[in-house]
């Protein structure tokens, strides 16, 4: 297949150049300007049409799709843990195989039509457990994204809950990867997690070659528990257990201090970072200006990270910072760079040997657009309404705002009545 007449976008450094991308299989072959066709090949004429590299969602929560538009709890929750108990722990509780695989569908979609092609989930379904990353996966890999799975080990399931958890996780890793998923160790928080659990997370990231993916100080609540309980930081904890040594990833870190960051980042470690879900939780502002090895995340809140980069750059300019545009588009760009560090592929180029993991955008600007001021366009004139067209390893998974593979309207008329139950069995504990 040949892109012709692309204006082609790329984040790191930004630039904007016109060529032409040649797909061969799940790559990109050729970039140039021009390139002649071959005999026999498919022809796409973009005609100016921006072209940037698929985002990453790098921390989100496909199992909250069917909680759009839900009732909240009366009266309502006091602070982040009551979120987390009278909200998430029965909305996960009352998911079953059909209402997780729906989950993946209508989450996965509501990627694609956002230009998201590769999600970093963490799940949790403690009533269907064993297969549940396997359901997400098929859902996934069925609109045609690509995604890294975990299960959210916990304690508050009794012992049965927490080894059920470790082992779909080790299973899922060691046997389920593909050209468009990976495993990796899930972890709930250091709050819900004893010092045997956690060790035992060790030995499965340690097994699979994996890395751990767990919530990080997200609301005030984690710190002081670790602190009060078994003595310093959760960042402490963590490298105490051994489990900061393979490439972590670690959601949120909102009450981390600036050093306790680096001591992450020097381990290896990625920050997730999720404004939009810290705000709507009111659990605070993380340390950005620390963030290095850092990346943005939408936590389930939808997948559209056009729309968390947004409001990543408003935070940081609330912030004072004069970098803020810029920086929110390295953000974006660092969800790239965590992509090839589990993938092994160069996510985030448009270059020939990268994946074929594009996005086509109808984007016609009033003003100039040029690599000088990409961040800006990015973050305050491009949104998921100019998507127009996706590709994932070099196959249509969105086409002229169509999607390719399944008919959304009845994938959604079904999630509808999955979410109905869902409900009402929330509603029922
Ligand atoms: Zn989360």
């Known amino acids: 297949m040949l892109l012709k007449g692309a204006r082609l976008a790329s984040f790191d450094p930004p630039r904007l150049d016109e060529a032409d991308l040649r797909i061969e299989g ?13 005999s026999g090949e498919d022809v796409l004429e973009l005609e100016g049409a921006v072209v940037m590299p698929g985002l990453v969602n790098a921390h989100t929560h ?7 538009g839900m009732p909240g709890p009366a009266p309502p929750p ?9 909200v ?18 209508v989450g996965a979609i509501e990627a694609a039509r956002s230009g998201t092609t590769l999600l970093i989930d963490h799940h949790s379904s403690p009533s269907f457990i064993r297969g549940s990353l396997g359901e997400l996966q098929r859902a996934v890999e069925e609109i045609g994204l690509r995604s890294a799975l975990c299960y959210e080990v916990t304690d508050r399931n009794g012992r049965e809950g927490r080894d059920l958890g470790i082992e779909e996780n080790v299973t899922f890793a060691r046997e389920r990867a593909t050209a468009l ?11 819900t997690l004893a010092d045997e659990s956690l060790d035992m997370l060790a030995r499965a990231v340690s097994d699979t070659g994996s890395s751990l993916h767990i919530h990080v100080a997200e609301d ?30 670690l959601a949120h870190c909102v009450h ?22 810290n705000m709507n939780n009111a659990v605070g502002y993380a340390p950005a200006a620390a963030l290095r090895r850092a990346a943005l995340g939408t936590d389930g809140i939808d997948e559209d990270m056009l729309a968390e980069a947004r409001v990543a750059g408003l935070k940081m300019r609330e912030a004072g910072r004069d970098d803020a545009v810029p920086a929110a588009l390295q953000l974006v760009a660092g969800g790239h760079r965590l992509a090839a560090a589990l993938f092994g592929l160069p996510f985030g180029k448009l270059d020939a ?24 366009h990015l973050l305050f004139g491009v949104d998921r309404s100019h998507v127009r067209s996706v590709l994932v390893a070099g196959r249509w998974i969105v086409r002229d705002r169509r999607l390719a593979r399944v008919d959304a309207a009845a994938v959604f008329a079904r999630a509808r009545e999955a979410a109905r139950d869902v409900w009402s069995r929330m509603a029922a504990v």
Not at 88 to 102: N, P, T
Not at 181 to 191: I, K, P
Not at 270 to 276: F, V
Not at 354 to 367: E, I
């Open 62 to 68: 496909l199992y909250s799709a069917l909680a759009r």
């Open 353 to 376: 040997g990268a994946p074929a993991d594009l996005v086509v955008l109808d984007y016609r600007s009033p003003t100039e657009l040029h690599g000088d001021n990409l961040a800006g």
């Open 78 to 86: 006091r602070s982040f843990v009551e979120i987390l108990e009278r």
């Open 220 to 249: 005030r609540a984690d710190g002081e528990d670790c602190r009060a309980r078994y003595g310093g930081s959760v960042v402490d904890r963590l490298d105490r257990h051994g489990l900061l040594a393979s490439r972590a990833l």
């Open 88 to 105: 998430w722990w029965k909305l996960d509780r009352a998911l079953d195989a059909d209402s997780v695989r729906l989950s993946g569908l």
């Open 256 to 277: 981390l201090d600036p050093e306790e960051v680096q001591v992450a980042h020097a381990k290896g470690c990625w920050i997730a970072h999720n404004p939009r879900s």
């Open 26 to 38: 799940e790559r990109i072959a050729e970039r140039g300007q021009p390139l002649a066709p071959r």
């Open 181 to 191: 998923t990976r495993g990796l160790v899930g972890a709930h928080a250091s709050f």
